[in-house]
């Protein structure tokens, strides 16, 4: 069955210093995407970046990358440069090829502190 | 501005009535869907669909209804008999996902609170 699960419920970093974000995943399916999303206290989802399990860089998008360790089946993110707004949840995503759905990670609170 | 509105933000509701959650979006995708979200929990797929006229239960379905008539639009009905209504529901969208791996966008969400 398909799983994300993160570990850190909640994370403090000083402003300016990187942060690691952890996400692993249980799947079978050699075919699956994975997703990160950025939740401000405003509730919306914002869409960060995106890996396809065949893609053999890793994705990057501005300060925002991918750390995918596809024999460690996990997906963290990397945000470099810490910024006071980027104090939100962040949450892990992953759909299967066969599998219209996304499954969701719990989610980890960032708190970027000045 | 292409995007994803939904309406109320804010929606109170008194235990055994049904209320309808508003989703139109204009970007122009064939998918639509509904998630729920509690404290501390990811979400939680509640209806999808790919198509006008069409749609497929996530799974948490049950004391949901959901149309779509137009492409535009998708609105979520919360019965009476769903039995803890009370939650923050989120309305996304995305090209047709058969055709590849797309990011959904998602609306401002709909908090909605039964007493």
């Known amino acids: 069955a398909q799983k994300i699960t993160q570990t850190q419920p909640g994370m403090f970093v000083q402003e300016k210093e990187a942060v690691t974000l952890d996400c692993t995943y249980d799947?079978?399916?050699?075919?699956?995407?994975l997703f990160w999303y950025k939740q401000p206290s405003s509730g919306e989802m914002i869409f960060l970046i995106y890996?396809?399990?065949?893609d053999e860089q890793n994705a990057t998008e501005g300060r925002y990358s991918l750390n995918f360790q596809k024999a460690r089946k996990s997906a963290n993110l990397v945000i470099s440069a810490s910024q006071l707004g980027d104090s939100a949840m962040y949450f892990c995503?992953?759909?299967?090829?066969?599998?219209?759905?996304?499954?969701w990670g719990a989610g980890t609170k960032l708190i970027i502190k000045p | 501005d292409g995007g994803i509105t939904q309406s109320p933000k804010y929606l109170f509701r008194k235990e055994g009535q049904n209320v309808t959650l508003s989703c139109e979006q204009n970007?122009?995708?064939?998918?639509m869907y509904w998630y729920r979200q509690d404290p501390g929990q990811g979400l939680r797929l509640i209806y999808y669909?790919?198509?006008?006229?069409?749609?497929q239960k996530g799974d948490i379905a049950e004391g949901y209804s959901v149309s779509r008539e137009k492409k535009e639009s998708f609105p979520l009905t919360v019965t009476s008999a769903q039995k803890n209504p009370t939650a923050f529901y989120l309305c996304?969208?995305?090209?047709?996902?058969?055709?590849?791996?797309?990011?959904?966008?998602f609306g401002p969400g709909t908090r909605l609170t039964v007493t």
């Open positions: 996304a969208s995305s090209i047709n996902p058969g055709t590849g791996w797309f990011e959904q966008y």
């Open positions: 970007l122009n995708h064939d998918a």
């Open positions: 669909s790919q198509i006008v006229n069409d749609f």
């Open positions: 799947t079978s399916d050699q075919s699956y995407g």
């Open positions: 890996q396809g399990s065949y």
């Open positions: 995503a992953m759909r299967e090829r066969s599998n219209y759905q996304l499954i």
